[in-house]
């Protein structure tokens, strides 16, 4: 079945601290992935996403880029902030309507200190 | 234009008890699912309802259920609680014309099973 493997945390960084987190997939098709981020007490929000191989997600400084031959999604950010400290899930779903489940990965609690 | 509402945002159950938890989806979309979310087991996906019919099912057991109506809202129903029931229940909206395969959750129902 699809899986999704993400590095365990908890991750700490210093602000203006460049951010990788990794994400590995398995999946029979090709699915469409995404980053989540939950703060505290909240649900998730979409963070970015990529429908297909080589495809660059980006959003509020974050990036990530679909790479089929490694079957890998890791996110990237320059320069973190003390406000970037959430929990970050990678995800993906094979379908291209919106109706196959999101298969996520454990979560990268991250931890940015001024 | 709105996001994904959920009700009640905390309830506090007894074991035994049963419970009901609403969504309302982003208005235009059709598609909602809902997700566990627990510390030990993560992110699981429950069921997604489509035009009022349950399209997918996770692999939950019977006392987890779920309906749709026509106007796309849905609620969800646990019966007979037990304590491994506490999670955080998250529901999730899909269909959008130009990103059908993004889901957008709402803030979620945080569930306590005394």
């Known amino acids: 079945g699809n899986s999704v493997t993400q590095m365990e945390g908890p991750v700490t960084l210093s602000e203006e601290a460049f951010l990788t987190i990794n994400c590995t997939y398995t999946?029979?098709?090709?699915?469409?992935l995404f980053w989540y981020v939950q703060y505290p007490g909240e649900g998730l929000q979409l963070l970015l996403k990529?429908?297909?191989?080589?495809d660059k997600g980006s959003n509020k400084g974050f990036e990530a880029t679909y790479r089929k031959e490694t079957t890998s999604f890791h996110l990237e950010k320059g320069s973190v902030q003390v406000s970037d400290s959430a929990v970050y899930f990678c995800?993906?779903?094979?379908?291209?309507?919106?109706?196959?489940?999101?298969?996520f990965g454990k979560g990268t609690r991250l931890s940015v200190i001024a | 234009k709105a996001g994904v509402t959920q009700t009640p945002r905390y309830l506090i159950k007894t074991r035994g008890q049963q419970v009901t938890l609403s969504c309302s989806p982003i208005?235009?979309?059709?598609?909602v699912s809902w997700y566990q979310q627990t510390p030990g087991q993560g992110l699981q996906f429950l069921f997604e309802?489509?035009?009022?019919?349950?399209?997918n099912k996770g692999n939950f057991p019977g006392r987890f259920s779920g309906r749709q109506f026509s106007n796309s809202r849905s609620e969800m129903n646990v019966s007979t609680l037990e304590l491994g029931d506490s999670a955080l229940y998250l529901c999730?909206?899909?269909?959008?014309?130009?990103?059908?395969?993004?889901?957008?959750f709402g803030p979620g129902t945080r569930l306590l099973v005394l």
């Open positions: 999730a909206s899909s269909g959008g014309l130009a990103d059908k395969e993004t889901q957008y």
């Open positions: 999946a029979t098709g090709y699915p469409s």
């Open positions: 990529a429908t297909k191989a080589d």
């Open positions: 995800a993906l779903s094979e379908g291209v309507s919106g109706n196959t489940p999101l298969v």
């Open positions: 208005s235009g979309h059709r598609s």
């Open positions: 309802y489509f035009s009022e019919t349950q399209r």
